[in-house]
């Protein structure tokens, strides 16, 4: 047995935490409870205005005050409630229950990010890398249902999470992510691509997408980056690449001495927006978190998958209870005003 048929057999309804939870089909006929006590003082001013009078001589203390004699106001009590019960029960209570499923087809999404070492290079801060792993984050949280996985390279590339809407697992992943997780040195744009296709292959998603984040050449791997976009566009998948940092002097940590060393930074950018083009997709440049953090919500909006929701209300009614206590009440006042409690005098 449920908390609210338990409530109900202790008479839980009547409570006013209850009350206070319904919804009111018919609202407004709460309004008219008010009026119930308001005509029964009128009716008694009336009454007591125009009724017959008979003047009666009784000797004094004859008539003595008696705790008894106000059992004659329970008949109107009794028809007062019944009329306030009625109005309850006029006014429809409920309580909704209310379910909101929420699906989409989805999209199968690979974020390939490069972690080579020219990542630590400080024109965004901290660094690229870090900076890519908080946009990224935030990319993550706002999907829905959408598969993503990881793919990380340097001189060879790994697939480092399955696609998966596991949102806390990835963004744990992409925490721990780090330079010395490949010891190869180079960029592999092209085996990225290559291990996030494999990824892909399989997927039976509407939309399959590689995000490709890199900031040098492809100086290492045994594929070519346009063979391997060939490949992606072979089996359906969009390539979007992003070309991150600035080109030429740099900023790239401290010296033994403490002072800001420099070093020249280049980018294949040729490469890239050949790869994206070749995938359907297009390519982005990147030279500050903040235009990072712009293409990452570009891509956002391109690739949103439409969300539907399905709504499941369940209505339950409770009128019958304050119907029945109405009538229960009405009848007492039938069965009542003609007994000894009624004031025959004022009949």
């Known amino acids: 047995m449920d908390n609210l048929t338990l409530a109900e057999i202790n008479f839980g309804w009547l409570s006013p935490s209850q009350l206070s939870?319904?919804?009111?089909?018919?609202?407004?006929?709460?309004?008219?409870?008010?009026?119930?006590?308001?005509?029964?003082?009128?009716?008694?001013?009336?009454?007591?205005?125009?009724?017959?009078?008979?003047?009666?001589?009784?000797?004094?203390?004859?008539?003595?005050?008696?705790?008894?004699?106000?059992?004659?106001?329970?008949?109107?009590?009794?028809?007062?409630?019944?009329?306030?019960?009625?109005?309850?029960?006029?006014?429809?209570?409920?309580?909704?229950?209310?379910?909101?499923?929420?699906?989409?087809?989805?999209?199968?999404?690979?974020?390939?990010?490069?972690?080579?070492h020219s990542m630590k290079i400080e024109d965004f801060r901290p660094n690229r890398m870090e900076a890519a792993k908080e946009v990224a984050n935030e990319f993550i949280e706002g999907r829905f249902q959408d598969r993503i996985g990881i793919v990380i390279f340097s001189g060879e590339a790994v697939s480092y999470a399955p696609l998966t809407t596991d949102?806390?697992?990835?963004?744990?992943?992409?925490?721990?992510?780090?330079?010395?997780?490949?010891?190869?040195?180079?960029?592999?744009?092209?085996?990225?691509?290559?291990?996030?296709?494999?990824?892909?292959?399989?997927?039976?998603?509407?939309?399959?997408?590689?995000?490709?984040?890199?900031?040098?050449?492809?100086?290492?791997?045994?594929?070519?980056?346009?063979?391997?976009?060939?490949?992606?566009?072979?089996?359906?998948?969009?390539?979007?690449?992003?070309?991150?940092?600035?080109?030429?002097?740099?900023?790239?940590?401290?010296d033994m001495f403490g002072q800001t060393r420099y070093v020249e930074s280049s980018l294949d950018e040729s490469t890239l927006r050949e790869m994206a083009q070749i995938g359907q997709g297009e390519f982005f440049r990147a030279t500050s978190k903040n235009s990072l953090e712009r293409?990452?919500?570009?891509?956002?909006?391109?690739?949103?998958?439409?969300?539907?929701?399905?709504?499941?209300?369940?209505t339950k009614d409770y009128y019958q209870y304050y119907l029945i206590t109405g009538i229960v009440f009405f009848l007492l006042w039938l069965l009542t005003k003609g007994s000894f409690l009624t004031n025959a005098l004022e009949d």
């Open 167 to 254: 949102y806390s697992l990835l963004k744990n992943l992409i925490n721990d992510i780090d330079f010395s997780m490949i010891e190869k040195s180079g960029t592999a744009i092209g085996s990225a691509l290559a291990v996030a296709t494999n990824r892909m292959r399989e997927s039976t998603a509407k939309s399959k997408v590689i995000i490709l984040l890199s900031d040098g050449e492809n100086t290492a791997g045994s594929l070519n980056p346009t063979t391997a976009a060939e490949l992606a566009y072979a089996y359906g998948i969009k390539i979007y690449s992003i070309g991150v940092g600035k080109e030429g002097r740099v900023p790239y940590g401290k």
């Open 21 to 116: 939870s319904y919804t009111w089909e018919f609202g407004w006929v709460l309004f008219l409870i008010p009026l119930v006590p308001f005509l029964f003082v009128l009716r008694w001013l009336l009454f007591y205005k125009f009724r017959q009078r008979l003047d009666i001589a009784l000797p004094e203390g004859a008539v003595e005050f008696s705790k008894v004699s106000l059992l004659r106001y329970l008949p109107p009590v009794f028809l007062g409630l019944a009329f306030v019960f009625f109005l309850v029960a006029l006014a429809r209570p409920q309580t909704t229950d209310e379910h909101v499923d929420r699906w989409t087809e989805g999209i199968d999404i690979m974020l390939a990010l490069d972690i080579s």
């Open 295 to 314: 293409v990452f919500a570009r891509i956002d909006e391109y690739e949103k998958s439409e969300i539907k929701e399905r709504k499941y209300v369940n």
